[in-house]
Each structure stands twice: as structure tokens, then as C-alpha cells.
């Protein structure tokens, strides 16, 4: 075996990419992350992050232009030991896996591929789609190591899971099992094998069963709040000192890139009889619309014409990230309902300051329980699922 001292990441300045980047840049690998994001190739070589990534800066300075290199230019391929796919698989309008969008990446850089290469993909994937890329790369007769790894790590938390998770390892073959399993264990404390096939499971249904235990929390929200009872204390009274309980989330807005796009995934899979992954998807989905109601009661009924404060637009807290923020959902129904939405957020710059939002609201949803929330008292009519604001 070859051994493997050189890197490439394509989709490598993305919420994956830069932690990896890192993590293997930390462990003594040359990296390269080449992306199509002109902005956050920029700003990675002026040692800038483009979004947040708790102890992303300190690598960044430390193995930029060093060992650590970010670039738009593919020719970087060529001189690679291992080139690694993150970049995403969206489902389309009707809730399906778009796996072209996986074979079109490997086709537009499969001409600065060697076979001598480990190829690994990193993206969630589509059950089926690491053997359908090693059968479109067969047919144009190109025999690489192909392998499947799939990325766990929490948003904004990637530098610090990627040490502590085990590494779902697959290959297609030995060889690239072997070769995915010695990178992997110079970064992951553990190395846990598996088929393609597994491992594509693995990686769905742990996103499936996150989904899926927002969705009771969300729900057991919904029956105690439809029956006029106090869901936190129901809440504290069920986990307090109970130790099956002990990880019962609380009830918030279940949005981001992954969760809901994977429990699709696995429905579309599953011929669409996954239906613990449907209920959830409505019940989730539901909450925005839910927070809408609670508020429009407690404010007579209508919302038409009044200022309607969301205080928190992306889609976790502590974090700037807005991808498929159920925030936007909330401010699109509050539209349709005719108010004057005044959306803020901490994280973001484009939106109205804490202290003007709270001046001029009449009504504020919650949308995110940013650190920066939890001391306030608010004197409107608030709608809070996450239990964040104190009731006088
Ligand atoms: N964000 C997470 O925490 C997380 C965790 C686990 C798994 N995943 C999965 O990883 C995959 C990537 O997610 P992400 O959050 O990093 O997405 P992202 O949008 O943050 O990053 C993708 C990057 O790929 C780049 N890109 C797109 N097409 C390209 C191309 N043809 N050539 C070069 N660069 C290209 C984009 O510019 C972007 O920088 C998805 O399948 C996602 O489901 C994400």
C-alpha cells in the first residue's frame, strides 16, 4: 500500500470540508480543499473562516499556505493520494434523492483522477449511489479504490467530533477499505467497518432517528399545549432524575441541510412506507405553523398590520448558519397572515439589532435559542416552544 500523505477535498470550504481539511491538516496530511466558492477560498487563504466553526480559526492559522492549501484550480488532483467528494445530494421538489447530482461531481473531475487514488465519498448518500458511481466509473474503464465514509458531525461542532466519533469506514474493495481505514484512524478514535450499502444505511438512520425524536418531543409539545397544559413542567417532571428519559429532547424547530433531507431520503428508499418518517416530517414541518396560531390567540385572533418580531433566524442556536431555517417558514406564514415581520438575529447583519426588534414588536416568535435570549423578559405576547423565555 501506497501510503497516503496527500489530500484534496472537493467541496472542501463547505460545512464538512473545513473541518476535515483541518482535522487532516492536524494530523500531519498536505491538504487541499478545492471549491467553486470564489468568496470562501478567499477568505480561507487571508485565514478567515466563512461561517462558524468553534476551533476552526486556530488550525486555520496555523496550517494555511503551510500545509494546508485552498484553491478553485482542479489541476490540484493530479498530485493527490487521495481525493475526497463532499459536496452535497439535495432531493428534488418531489422529496427524491437527486443521485445524478452525486455522478456529475465524480464525471466533471474524473478526467484529473488517477486509478492509483483512493476516491472517497463523504456526502450522505442515496442507498445505492456508492455502487452505481463504482459502476459509471467501471464502464469508463477507470478501476480506482472507491470508499464510502460518511461525515457525523454536528454543526459548528466538527472540529471536535471528528477526533472523538468513530468513522463509519466502506470500500469497494479491499484495498480502498484498508487504505479509508488508515486515513480515518489518524483522525477518528475509532474505525468501524462496514458494506457501501451499510454504511449508506447507517449514516441515513442515525439522521432519520434525530429527526424522528424531535418530532415526539415536538408532538407530546402540541397535546399538552391543545389541552391547555404547562409542557415544561411535564417535561422536568418526566426527565428529572428518570434515566430512560434522561435524552428526551425538549421541542424546538427541527430544521437544518440534513435532518428532514435524509428522512426523505430513506421514505423514497423504503418506496415511501417509512411512515414514522412522514408523521414526522408533519409534525415538524407543523411547529412554524403551530407558533403562528399561539401568538395570533394571544393576540385576539388576527395579525394583520401588527409588528411581529422573530428573534432568531438560523437554523441552531450559538451558530450563523440560515440553511433551511424554519425561521423562514415562520416569517413567510406571518406574511400570509398580513403582519409587519421585524426578523433579528445576533449572527446575522442583515436583520434588525435585539434592541430595536424589541422596541417596536408587538407580538415575537421565538425562533432560535440563541445564548442571547435567555435573559430576557419579555412585555408582548411571545409565542416560545423552546422554553427559553422566563414566564413573570
Ligand atoms: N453540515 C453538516 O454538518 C453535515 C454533517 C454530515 C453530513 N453532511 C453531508 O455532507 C454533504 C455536504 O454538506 P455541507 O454541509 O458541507 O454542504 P456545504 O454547502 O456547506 O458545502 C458544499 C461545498 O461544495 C462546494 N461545491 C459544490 N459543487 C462543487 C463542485 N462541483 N466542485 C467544487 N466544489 C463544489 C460548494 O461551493 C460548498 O462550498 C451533504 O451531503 C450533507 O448532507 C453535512
Given at each position: 500500500?501506497?501510503?497516503i ?20 491538516a ?20 487571508e ?6 466553526e ?30 475526497i467528494f ?18 456529475d ?11 492509483e487514488q ?9 442507498p445505492?449511489t ?15 479504490k472507491?470508499a464510502?465514509?460518511?461525515e ?7 472540529i ?5 466519533l ?6 469497494c ?10 486515513l ?14 451499510e454504511?449508506?444505511?447507517?449514516k ?22 391543545a389541552h ?16 430512560r ?6 421541542p ?10 435524509d ?6 428508499y ?18 412554524p ?6 401568538l395570533?390567540?394571544?393576540?385576539g ?5 401588527k409588528?411581529?418580531a422573530?428573534?432568531?433566524m ?6 450563523d448558519d ?5 425561521s ?13 415581520v421585524?426578523?433579528s ?28 435570549y ?18 413573570e
Open positions: 500500500m501506497k501510503e500523505k496527500k489530500v484534496a477535498i472537493i467541496g472542501g470550504c463547505g460545512h464538512v470540508g473545513i473541518p476535515l481539511g483541518l482535522a487532516l492536524d494530523r500531519g496530511f498536505t491538504v487541499t480543499l478545492l471549491d467553486k466558492n470564489e468568496k470562501a477560498v478567499q477568505l480561507l487563504n485565514g478567515k473562516l466563512p461561517f462558524i468553534d476551533g476552526a480559526e486556530v488550525l486555520l492559522r496555523k496550517y494555511v499556505n503551510k500545509t494546508l492549501f485552498i484553491t478553485m484550480d482542479p489541476v490540484c488532483l493530479k498530485e493527490q493520494h487521495c481525493v463532499v459536496t452535497g445530494t439535495p432531493v428534488d421538489e418531489h422529496l427524491n434523492a437527486k443521485v445524478h447530482a452525486v455522478l461531481v465524480v464525471k466533471e473531475y474524473l478526467p484529473l483522477l488517477t486509478e483512493l476516491i472517497v465519498l463523504r456526502s450522505t448518500l442515496y445505492g456508492v455502487r452505481i458511481v463504482e459502476n459509471m466509473l467501471l464502464r469508463s474503464n477507470f478501476k480506482c472507491l464510502f465514509c460518511p457525523r458531525i454536528l454543526q459548528g461542532k466538527g471536535k467530533e471528528i477526533f472523538e468513530p468513522q463509519l469506514v466502506s470500500g474493495s479491499e484495498e480502498a477499505e484498508k487504505e479509508a481505514s488508515f480515518f484512524g489518524k483522525v477518528a478514535k475509532k474505525i468501524i467497518l462496514l458494506s457501501p450499502e454504511a449508506e444505511l447507517a441515513l438512520m442515525t439522521n432519520s432517528w434525530r429527526y424522528l425524536e424531535f418530532a415526539i418531543a415536538n408532538q407530546f409539545y402540541m397535546i399538552a399545549e391547555g397544559v404547562d409542557f415544561y413542567k411535564v417535561y422536568n417532571a418526566m426527565t428529572d432524575d428518570y434515566p428519559a434522561r435524552h428526551f429532547p425538549r424546538g424547530l427541527a430544521a437544518g441541510p440534513c435532518l428532514f433531507k428522512t426523505m431520503q430513506l421514505a423514497s423504503h418506496d415511501n412506507g417509512f411512515f414514522l418518517g412522514h408523521s414526522a416530517m408533519l409534525v415538524n414541518e407543523g411547529l405553523n403551530l407558533l403562528v396560531e399561539q395570533a390567540k394571544k393576540m385572533g388576527s395579525l394583520k398590520n409588528k411581529i422573530i428573534l432568531g438560523t437554523f441552531k442556536a450559538n451558530n440560515i440553511r433551511e431555517s424554519l423562514f417558514k415562520i416569517r413567510k406564514l406571518l406574511e400570509q397572515k398580513m403582519a409587519f421585524l426578523p438575529d445576533p449572527y446575522l447583519k442583515e436583520t434588525l439589532p435585539l434592541e430595536k426588534a424589541l422596541e417596536e414588536a408587538e407580538g415575537i416568535i421565538i425562533g432560535t435559542p440563541h445564548d442571547a435567555k435573559e430576557l423578559v419579555l412585555s408582548v405576547p411571545f409565542a416560545d416552544c423552546w422554553g427559553i423565555i422566563r414566564k
